[in-house]
């Protein structure tokens, strides 16, 4: 196994779980991830955000954390999707109301599978988004440039990380979204 330098991780509910509500599911799910073997280095204030897309169920309570685990990519989001589970997480709609989400952002500045396949996924238009799911990890998170809930609290944890397709800073490509998207980002 290979030593993980940083890995991204967007962490969000919007469903009661074994742990309780959305934001003691969330603090859980981190604690989980701790007695897993992962090393937190920072976690994010928990914000409030609206379901995405808009409508489809309750509020969810977002939050990120920059933190190293061992083992290759693949072998992180393993360990997410255990944790996920351990939490009542059962994937039936794309983008539907969850117990929790552990999404990885991005490790360092990988890209996979390589940057043609990323950019196939970042193209998809809004239908094939959610109508389709990557069968293999993709890095950095194809959507994460667009959404102000993945963007606010990770810029509270690591503002400078680069996306090492774009170039963009997490602060810059913040500052890049509409203002009305970063207001429905409220810290709890």
Do not use: K
Request: glycine share 6%; charged share 25%.
């Amino acid at each position: 196994m290979t030593s993980v330098q940083q890995c991204l991780i967007a962490i969000g509910g919007n469903m009661p779980s074994r742990a309780g509500p959305p934001q003691q599911t969330v603090d859980a799910a981190l604690q989980h991830l701790t007695a897993t073997g992962a090393r937190i280095d920072a976690v994010s204030r928990f914000y409030r955000t609206p379901a995405f897309p808009p409508g489809s169920g309750p509020d969810f309570v977002n939050a990120a954390a920059t933190l190293r685990m061992l083992g290759d990519p693949e072998t992180v989001l393993a360990a997410l999707h255990r944790i996920e589970a351990a939490f009542g997480r059962e994937r039936r709609a794309r983008w539907g109301q969850r117990t929790l989400d552990l999404d990885l952002i991005g490790i360092d500045d990988l890209v996979r599978p390589d940057r043609a396949g990323y950019e196939v996924w970042r193209a998809l238009d809004a239908r094939a988004q959610q109508a389709r799911a990557p069968d293999h990890l993709i890095l950095p998170h194809p959507r994460a440039h667009e959404r102000a809930f993945v963007l606010v609290p990770l810029a509270d944890v690591a503002p400078d990380w680069r996306h090492p397709v774009l170039g963009l800073s997490v602060r810059e490509m913040l500052e890049a979204l509409p203002q009305e998207a970063r207001d429905t980002v409220v810290a709890l």
